[in-house]
């Protein structure tokens, strides 16, 4: 993945829409809703599937968040998933007719999960959703560890861009794969410079009094928007129970 790539991965669509300015906290609790009410799910329950794809466009829609967008960044997840799903049918025991109708309740829920996240990145950066996370009680350790991930990631691709760059100036050109082996040295000293680095941030960000957690503002209180975003979820809860029975 290039730097390019990576930078294309944060908010768009309409900046200043009300989905944008919605409070991370009911974002990502609506994402963990959503998904968990589709995998919920079997495929004779579609009218609660259906619902989640409604609400969904929605968000999508207010967001004004293109459709090439959400499927540019969806491809990058969703073929793996669906490659998976696909030998479902041929191992099902109740044969295929239920293998199938498997199959169409797999690919519904990974098209939901899929368009949820990338509605929420799409919507949210990346630290607004960690600071969500910590609100939410997520455990600090994973919340710290993906802040500083999604951090050095990019200097870690910029090393890797900066390597290949240097071997094509030089005429690299591998062939054959015993002519590959500059390749493995690339990667040992890419290990060994993020080796060095993370040693070197360690020791100045404990410098500069770090104590292991990111500090966390303090949130504004719930309001009008988020209150009806969590009476839309109790809706979609609601369906899932009636739609169960």
């Known amino acids: 993945m290039s730097g390019r790539a990576l930078a294309a991965t944060g908010p768009t669509g309409d900046l200043g829409s009300r989905v944008h300015r919605l409070d991370p906290r009911a974002k990502v609790a609506g994402v963990a809703v959503v998904a968990g009410v589709a995998v919920s799910c079997t495929a004779r329950q579609w009218p609660v599937l259906l619902a989640c794809f409604a609400l969904l466009g929605m ?11 959400a499927w540019r960044r969806g491809m990058i997840v969703l073929p793996l998933v669906l490659l998976a799903a696909v030998f479902v049918p041929l191992t099902h025991p109740d044969g295929p007719e239920a293998g199938l109708e498997l199959l169409a309740a ?4 990974a098209v939901i999960g899929t368009f949820a996240a990338v509605l929420l990145g799409a919507t949210t950066s990346f630290p607004e959703i960690l600071r969500a996370l910590a609100a939410l009680r997520v455990p600090r350790v ?10 050095y990631l990019f200097l870690l691709v910029c090393d890797l861009s900066q390597m290949r760059t240097a071997l094509r100036a030089r005429g690299y050109a591998p062939r054959t794969l015993v002519a590959s082996g500059a390749l493995g040295g690339m990667a040992g000293a890419l290990f060994l410079r ?14 500069r009094g770090f ?9 504004a209180p719930a309001g009008r928007a988020e209150l ?3 009476f839309v979820l109790c809706a979609l809860v609601e369906l899932r129970v009636a739609v169960g029975r």
């Not at 968000?59 to 967008?69: G, M």
């Not at 797999?106 to 829920?109: D, I, R």
């Not at 994973?142 to 951090?151: I, K």
Request: charged fraction near 20%; proline fraction near 4%; glycine fraction near 6%.
């Open 59 to 69: 968000v999508a829609v207010c967001a004004r968040v293109r459709a090439s967008t």
């Open 194 to 207: 993020s080796h060095a680095r993370a040693e070197r941030v360690q020791v100045a960000m404990r410098a």
């Open 228 to 230: 009806a975003v969590a």
């Open 106 to 109: 797999v690919t519904a829920k």
């Open 142 to 151: 994973l919340v710290t560890v993906g802040g500083l991930m999604h951090r």
């Open 211 to 219: 104590s292991g957690w990111m500090p966390t503002p303090a949130r």
